[in-house]
């Protein structure tokens, strides 16, 4: 069974760091793009960053461009996702995607996702 199992995610104050992995089993998906979107409470569901498989190539909403920074291991099979100077509007459950092709922005172009971790910046 193919599982996508997001941690990192706590109560921090505005300003904090916080760094979010997300591991996977059942698959490799080491030549699969993998991103990370976010949902805060009565909003839909939003592009945060995305990677390559082969890590070369990276792309950010800009929201979160030059704050947030996506990496990944692939001998570990897991993604991470380094959050600094949060603000109190990154609020949000993040979970972690990821689909076969290139690197993508919707949601429905990801084939695999995972529960989500929740992520509360206070002010």
């Known amino acids: 069974q193919v599982q996508l199992v997001e941690s990192g995610g706590g109560l921090v104050q505005a300003g904090a760091s916080l760094r979010l992995s997300c591991a996977t089993s059942?698959?490799?998906?080491?030549?699969?793009?993998r991103a990370w979107f976010r949902q805060a409470p009565a909003k839909d569901r939003e592009f945060v960053a995305a990677?390559?498989?082969?890590?070369?190539?990276?792309y950010y909403a800009d929201s979160v461009k030059g704050r947030f920074t996506i990496s990944r291991d692939n001998a570990k099979n897991t993604v991470f996702l380094q959050m600094n100077s949060l603000k109190p509007e990154d609020t949000a459950i993040y979970y972690c995607?990821?689909?076969?092709?290139?690197?993508?922005?919707?949601?429905?172009?990801?084939?695999?996702w995972g529960q989500g971790t929740q992520v509360t910046v206070s002010s």
């Open positions: 059942g698959w490799a998906f080491s030549h699969y793009t």
């Open positions: 995607a990821a689909r076969s092709s290139t690197i993508a922005t919707r949601l429905d172009d990801y084939d695999y």
């Open positions: 990677i390559a498989w082969n890590g070369e190539t990276t």
